[in-house]
């Protein structure tokens, strides 16, 4: 058996005294009647919290998966929908009128029969019957039938209900790029030209930024995305606690390092390539981890439709996985989505092509509670959102939110049912956001890639600094359908993608003419798996689980190339010399080395390189910790004795803060001392001692970084993994009951439930667990049974 591995051997006492086939007497059952499903159906709940929903029709199914969601995870549904609706100060008070104000700037506001018709032609049903199953689980909880979670009773809210245009307006829950950068490249270069910006992000294609004409770096305010990031960020609870205070906002660099982290792994692989004879599709999405998880895995089996796999639980369908014939898996493909732009203003108007054309003014009411309502303004230029406004400037984005079928992850209704190659292609054509590469299999045997998201053309500039909105730089409407790159059948046998630029080089494609992004993810994820499927010429489930659990990172042999031969008279240092010469960049929880480089790389190496490169001090503080390529790529690029000394001093600097969080000797350190997953979910910051204490998990000592693909990226001031594989699947395409998932912490939000935490040290470890996709495997692994039936 594989390292890390937990097959589907079924427990002996959840089978025992089975008085036939199928679900076996030991399985808690419960009948329940349901108002709103139209005919008798099951849900069986696995050993692991997974329900496998069985319905006599698709809207049956998606009925009760909205009913189920809400059973496991209604606080974290009820929280997205008000967050993402603007309607979090109706419950929670007074502190977070700003935060509904600047989600409201961007829900989407366009014609809704548009936005209807670009998803699948089922997906109006599914979504409406998904809202009236979670109307139904609510009603329930209203009435006293099922308990109210008890994030609600901390908090003095209860949930509300939801219309189903709800959860295809709300579009700030996606991913989308690349605003945050373009106003951390216009400070920069005003701070210390172009070539300032090179140390905080490379550019790929190879690519020479020029300022946009009519634009002033130096005239983009410095808080200017303070809205865009009160919209997207997460809900703090800080504001209800005691001890309530004002919260700093967070610095641009520390935005951008935290949304960095956000990528994933995926890789599919042929049939002549895989011990089973069948293909391979593996993909671990890699997102904020913590409590409940961001993902939740689900089945539905009606006439019409069999999916199985992992999405967000505010969303009907899945967002990964497979019917009986296709599978996919995604991870973000960095099409450039976003821009931002400066106007001169009077008043409430604009100046637009040689005119002032008057803002859109949209006054809203924002329920308060405990207080009267608050009404806001929101304005809105022909391009998107004012987020700043002051005196004769605006700012405003244009975002790819604003255009009929952009719902986060919604794309995926087309493939709910696709049967081939040919209803992929459509269903990539369709996709909005967020941009993604999609690796796909089928039982045909056909494995392939394509790019996909709306993707702006714009004709006259790079999308890489804020542009005057003046109308002089316009997106001339999008790609083309078939217009983003495709790979069916590779001739390598294999094809995987790890958030890295992998546009094909001219002239099999035009990517200097389409320029759909120049900000990708460093490489050292991508390189580390192809290195190793390069080298398996048949691939088994086990070889692909191993490596979404690889700890090898490709980026600190780059910086150990650097190190090589550097001899030091201090002998701390010295000895960290040695360490890491004898290291093999395996970042493993017992490893020293790799406690010293990525204290070294993250932490440390940045200062001292922005020094030595004569980057302002105003610039330094833009360049994130996100990734050390850029810094890597410029010491890479001097002389071994230009850059001797700043080698040797940051990593003094570094041995100086592992000697006070680890102790003097340095043979006991070890990267697992450092980093840890910790989770703790927001609403904890109002729990009692006990209750704090049963909502959190770990610490569990963790390997991997972000630059390893076991993605594991880690807070600076604590070292805690904050982003990572939210979900892990590798399936066996066609032998499905074979695939193996783990998502993490647990599939329940319930702090009291088993399934809350039984995921976690399994996750940690690098196991999983089966996912069942036929009926007779799924009653072998059954812990309960729920029987349901259309109440009057």
């Not at 051997?9 to 008085?19: E, H």
């Not at 929101?378 to 700043?388: A, K």
């Not at 406690?595 to 980057?615: D, F, M, Q, S």
């Amino acid at each position: 058996m594989a390292r890390g591995l937990v097959f589907g051997v079924a427990a002996a006492g959840l089978l025992a005294g089975a008085a036939h086939a199928g679900v076996s007497s030991a399985v808690k059952v419960e009948d329940r009647a349901v108002k709103g499903l139209a005919q008798p159906a099951e849900i069986i709940v696995d050993r692991w919290g997974i329900p496998h929903i069985y319905a006599k029709s698709a809207r049956d199914a998606f009925f009760l998966q909205g009913y189920n969601a809400a059973r496991d995870r209604l606080w974290q549904i009820d929280l997205w929908r008000k967050r993402g609706l603007g309607r979090l100060s109706a419950s929670f008070g007074p502190a977070y009128v700003a935060q509904d104000r600047a989600a409201r700037l961007f829900l989407y506001r366009g014609d809704m029969a548009a936005e209807w018709a670009a998803y699948d032609p089922s997906a109006r049903e599914a979504v409406e019957a998904f809202a009236a199953g979670v109307n139904a689980y609510v009603a329930e909880v209203q009435a006293g039938k099922r308990p109210l979670p008890v994030e609600f009773k901390l908090t003095k809210s209860a949930p509300e209900l939801w219309a189903a245009e709800d959860v295809l307006r709300i579009r700030s829950h996606a991913l989308v790029s690349n605003v945050t950068s373009e106003v951390a490249r216009a400070q920069a270069v005003c701070a210390g030209g172009l070539d300032a910006d090179t140390l905080r992000r490379r550019l790929e294609p190879a690519h020479k930024v020029v300022i946009p004409k009519g634009l002033d770096p130096c005239s983009v305010p410095a808080d200017v995305l303070k809205d865009y990031v009160l919209a997207t960020e997460p809900v703090s609870f800080k504001a209800m606690t005691r001890e309530a205070s004002a919260e700093a906002p967070k610095a641009l660099a520390q935005v951008i390092d935290e949304r960095a982290a956000e990528g994933s792994n995926n890789w599919t692989i042929s049939a002549d390539r895989s011990a089973t004879g069948r293909p391979i599709l593996a993909g671990d999405p890699h997102r904020p981890v913590g409590a409940p998880s961001l993902r939740y895995i689900a089945h539905l089996d009606a006439p019409g439709l069999s999916i199985i796999g992992a999405g967000e639980p505010a969303l009907p369908g899945v967002s990964m996985g497979h019917n009986g014939t296709t599978a996919y898996a995604i991870t973000i493909f960095y099409i450039d989505q976003e821009d931002l732009y400066a106007y001169e203003v009077q008043g409430n108007a604009y100046r637009y092509k040689g005119g002032f054309e008057p803002m859109k003014v949209v006054k809203e009411t924002i329920e308060v509670k405990g207080e009267a309502p608050r009404e806001v303004e929101l304005h809105f230029t022909r391009h998107g959102p004012v987020v700043w406004q002051q005196g004769a400037k605006a700012f405003a984005i244009r975002t790819i939110w604003n255009e009929p079928g952009l719902s986060g992850y919604f794309g995926s209704s087309r493939m709910w049912r696709a049967q081939g190659w040919d209803d992929f292609q459509t269903a990539r054509n369709r996709w909005g956001a967020p941009p993604l590469n999609l690796a796909y299999a089928d039982t045909k045997g056909d494995i392939g890639w394509s790019a996909a998201g709306r993707t702006p053309v714009r004709p006259n500039w790079d999308g890489l600094m804020p542009v005057p909105g003046d109308g002089r730089y316009e997106w001339k409407g999008f790609v083309e359908d078939g217009g983003l790159p495709v790979t069916k059948n590779p001739a390598a046998g294999f094809f995987a993608t790890a958030n890295a630029m992998n546009i094909p080089a001219e002239p099999a494609y035009p990517r200097e003419r389409r320029k759909l992004g120049f900000e990708w993810a460093d490489d050292t994820r991508s390189v580390r798996i192809h290195e190793v499927l390069s080298a398996l010429p048949k691939s088994t489930l086990a070889d692909s689980m191993a490596l979404q659990g690889d700890s090898t990172s490709p980026q600190a042999r780059r910086g150990l190339a650097l190190l090589k031969g550097l001899t030091s008279t201090d002998p701390d240092v010295s000895r960290a010399l040695a360490l890491l010469e004898a290291w093999n960049a395996d970042e493993r929880t017992d490893s020293a080395a790799a406690a010293i480089y990525e204290t070294w790389a993250v932490k440390h190496l940045g200062r001292r390189v922005t020094a030595a490169a004569g980057v302002s001090p105003a610039a330094q503080a833009l360049v994130g910790a996100s990734t050390p390529d850029p810094l890597l790529t410029w010491l890479e690029g001097q002389p071994p004795g230009a850059r001797a000394p700043i080698l040797l001093a940051s990593l003094a600097d570094a041995i100086g803060e592992l000697k006070g969080r680890l102790g003097p000797d340095m043979g006991t350190w070890t990267w697992g001392q450092l980093h840890r997953a910790v989770f703790v979910p927001a609403v904890a910051a109002l729990a009692d001692e006990k209750l704090a204490a049963q909502m959190t998990l770990g610490p569990l000592q963790v390997p991997g970084s972000a630059s390893t693909p076991r993605a594991a990226t880690w807070d600076a001031r604590t070292f805690n993994q904050t982003a990572g594989a939210s979900v892990r699947f590798v399936l066996d395409v066609g032998a499905w009951d074979n695939s193996m998932i783990i998502n993490t912490p647990g599939q329940s939000a319930d702090p009291a439930s088993p399934h809350y935490r039984d995921l976690f040290p399994l996750w940690a470890a690098g196991s999983y667990i089966p996912l069942r996709f036929t009926r007779a495997a799924v009653e072998g692994d059954a812990e309960t049974l729920m029987k349901l039936t259309p109440a009057p």
